[in-house]
């Protein structure tokens, strides 16, 4: 199976997957990492051998609810931005103040 047919993968509700992805999930070395995202984050399509209406009911016996990504990256995003606001007015306070005194180049000696 090619790594860029991604739609068997996303069948119509209600359809199985094709038999290329359940042997894919089947064999996949990262099956487990796969279903714990999918179970936080993927409403729709074939994950870790699990169809969208097998997710849902792990989901209501787990208690885990789906988190929509655009809004975990919104929300990430308006963090990062405050982030570095904060440290661009933590920068312009620093800056405030008297200027530091320039040496003088004499070749006065102290003695």
């Known amino acids: 199976m090619s790594s860029e047919d991604y739609t068997q993968f996303f069948v119509g509700q209600g359809k199985n997957p094709s038999p290329e ?27 870790a051998g699990k169809s969208s209406i097998d997710r849902k009911k792990m989901r209501k016996e787990l208690g885990i609810e ?9 929300v990430q995003q308006m963090l990062d931005a405050l982030k570095i606001e904060q440290a661009i007015q933590d920068q312009k306070i620093k800056g405030r103040g008297r200027k530091k005194k320039q040496k003088e180049n004499s070749c006065e000696s102290d003695w």
């Open 21 to 47: 992805a359940v042997a894919a999930c089947a064999s996949c070395p990262v099956k487990e990492q796969c279903l714990d995202h999918a179970l936080k984050y993927e409403k729709y399509g074939y994950w």
């Open 66 to 74: 789906l988190i929509d990504i655009a809004y975990e990256s919104s």
